[in-house]
């Protein structure tokens, strides 16, 4: 039994959706492993520019590929896979990224968390459980927790990992990051406007791998200028009027 048929929050119809930027080298696998844990989910894989092999990868091993004809950045990437899932219907969307990171095994954590909490966003922390996720620079685990620390305030919910990019989202809040979902700082910036809007948002314990190829392209100095103006733009954000057309529904029923 695929673990979309053990763990799916009201029956949603779920699609996945995977970014990825010259990702040639670990893509194939990816979707491999996707197939294998959740034979009958609907994956979406948005290259954003890639200028490798990505594309015909993607294809050869079944997905639907978006292929994006200029660089967005992973904000402007995700949101065309979502935009794309909504549009065809679905209303319960999965990201992971295209490097490895995110076992689709773990999948079923973010869905579990979903029926239990009735969130409307789940993100997988690194951070929860017994903390033992190793990588990253001494600075770039201060940001985090500085990050961390805001966040957690302003959505009056425990978040530990501000930055991770693998989640799940449905109904109304899929609809509105479809059309309204932040670029460039998208994930720690979702978090906030989702508070704001009225969404509510919770954390799973997740298992993050070590990338299977290539390095992060944020360095020390790079992750505190990257916290800087996170932080700028939260701050932004705070004083942004609510959006009445993507507000979450009083009655609390999703689309």
């Not at 894989?45 to 992973?74: F, Q, R, W, Y």
């Not at 949101?79 to 995110?102: E, F, S």
């Not at 239990?116 to 600075?139: C, H, I, P, Q, Y």
């Not at 298992?207 to 990257?226: A, C, E, M, N």
């Amino acid at each position: 039994m695929s673990q979309q048929d053990t763990v799916n929050p009201a029956g949603k119809k779920m699609a996945l959706i995977i970014p990825a930027y010259n990702e040639e080298a670990s893509i194939g696998v990816l979707l491999d492993e996707v197939r294998a844990c959740l034979p009958d989910v609907h994956v979406i894989v948005i290259s954003d520019g890639s200028m490798d092999g990505t594309v015909a990868i993607a294809e050869k091993h079944g997905a639907t590929v978006l292929d994006l004809p200029c660089n967005l950045g992973v904000g402007g990437a995700v949101q065309a896979g979502m935009r794309h899932a909504w549009d065809l219907g679905y209303r319960l969307v999965v990201r992971i990224d295209g490097d490895g990171q995110h076992a689709p095994s773990e999948v079923r954590k973010l869905l579990v968390k979903m029926e239990e909490t009735g969130a409307d966003f789940v993100t997988g922390s690194r951070f929860l459980g017994n903390g033992d996720f190793k990588g990253g620079t001494a600075m770039r685990k201060m940001g985090n927790v500085i990050l961390s620390r805001f966040l957690s305030v302003i959505c009056r919910a425990r978040v530990t990992d501000p930055t991770s990019g693998f989640w799940c989202v449905r109904d109304d809040l899929l609809r509105y990051f479809s059309y309204c979902y932040p670029c460039e700082y998208p994930e720690p910036e979702a978090l906030a406007l989702l508070r704001r809007q009225g969404y509510e948002m919770a954390e799973a314990d997740v298992v993050v791998r070590p990338r299977s190829f290539g390095v992060s392209t944020i360095d020390s100095l790079g992750t505190v200028y990257f916290a800087l103006r996170v932080g700028l733009a939260l701050a932004a954000d705070r004083v942004r009027p609510v959006d009445r057309r993507y507000a979450k529904p009083s009655n609390g029923k999703g689309a």
